[in-house]
């Protein structure tokens, strides 16, 4: 195993986050550690949760989390909804609710789905505590010790930790510009995964959206070989240039002749976050599932937290009611789109011979390769000494791999600090590529 050697110590608990593969502590003098369930084995710290407190340092430009930029979040009108809620419906919105969620915004996220083109009733929406608690309730719902999950190389690092904790399995399919590979696809469903899990548009980390003919493809081959897929859609409605591409679960409901007018089903479950369009700290998410999938879905959420707060449900609902949250999506892309050809730019200018990158249609992220015989991880502690941070990319490589690769946040650095941040890095890799 590569080990880092590092002589700050403030880089300390990003090394053992993403060099330790166990991620245990320290033996400890009480009788807890012997008592862990069989499966926190496989359990470790998130490498981002890790970096970002190193990062916390106001003077490093981070290119590593993937945060929304605060300049965007509607401050103003959701205290404005936050005094109307409590004024006309304070009590409700401090009582328990249901778990399934506050139907008026179930209600909302019906009507703006249906302007992307996913056609389904509140039945078929749980709103959950951010969509990371939707992929643990996934999680909890449908995999078996040793149970496979067929996933994009590199995939989102919350996904593996949240499938990781039931001791998932991993089939991992290399991707290409336009997403999958679809010969590589075809031979890994053979495999038998329990569910594959997609990130179709603008993919945490690489950026890339799957093209429209693989999208087809995919919901062919999987429904050919009886496998459901999982769609992860954060970034769907961040898209910069391009036309809009219809969603798996889209695709899936035509296959199956329910878009529309019929009751849904089919072997798509879609997830859905007002973290990247409106604000992660109110951790609202949803889920998008058949009925006799819901049900179960429903019962393991009652077992974790009973339901989503009902103020934060009532508040973001009555902050994106009567056209705001459109309104304030083009907003969104007007600034991220901004950003994200800053980052373009500033690579074109300072990147050395040698570098490659791709060039995300939307999204928070993108994808940079280093030269041969280069590593991120080794390149790390170099780039933070000049105060500039990334992710390295092995930590989004379920079974090894991306040595050579980092992901780059746009979304959260100023343009201002990204021209500043690339040309420091570009730097550091110029200097690192001339010694090796």
Known sequence: MLELKVEDPALEPFVKAVARPDGQPAAADTPWRDRFALRTRGMTSSAIRELLKVTADPEIISFAG????????????????????????????????????????RELLVRHMGRYGIHVTPANILITSGAQQALDLLGKVFLNSGDRILTEEPTYLGALQAFTAYQAQYLPVAMDDDGLDMAALEEALRAGPKFLYILPNFQNPSGVTLSVERRWKLVELATRHGVPIVEDDPYGQLRYEGDHLPPLVQIDAEHHGCNGGTKFRGGVIYLGTMSKVMAPGLRLGWVVAPEEVMEKLVQCKQGMDL??????????????????????????????????????????????????????????????????????????????????????????????????????????????????????????????????
């Not at 009902?310 to 969104?332: I, K, N, P, S």
């Not at 040595?403 to 600090?417: D, G, H, K, V």
């Open 66 to 105: 993937g945060l929304p930029a605060p300049e965007v979040f509607p401050v103003a009108e959701i205290e404005a909804a936050a005094d109307r809620v409590l004024e006309e419906h304070g009590a409700q919105a401090l009582q328990y609710g249901t778990t399934e969620g506050f139907l008026p915004l």
């Open 307 to 436: 339901h989503t707060s009902t103020f934060t449900q009532m508040v973001a609902c009555e902050t994106a009611r009567g056209g705001f949250l459109d309104r304030h999506v083009r907003r969104v892309r007007q600034v991220y789109r901004e950003r994200r050809d800053t980052m373009l730019a500033a690579l074109e200018r300072h990147a050395p011979p040698g570098v490659r990158w791709t060039r995300p249609a939307g999204g928070l992220f993108l994808w940079l390769t280093l030269p041969e015989g280069m590593s991120s991880r080794e390149l790390f502690p170099d780039a933070l000494k000049e105060r500039v941070a990334y992710v390295p990319g092995s930590a989004f490589y379920p079974n090894g791999g991306g040595e050579r690769s980092m992901r780059l946040n746009f979304s959260y650095p100023t343009p201002e600090a990204i021209e500043e941040g690339i040309r420091r890095l570009c730097n550091v890799i110029a200097w690192r590529y001339k010694s090796c």
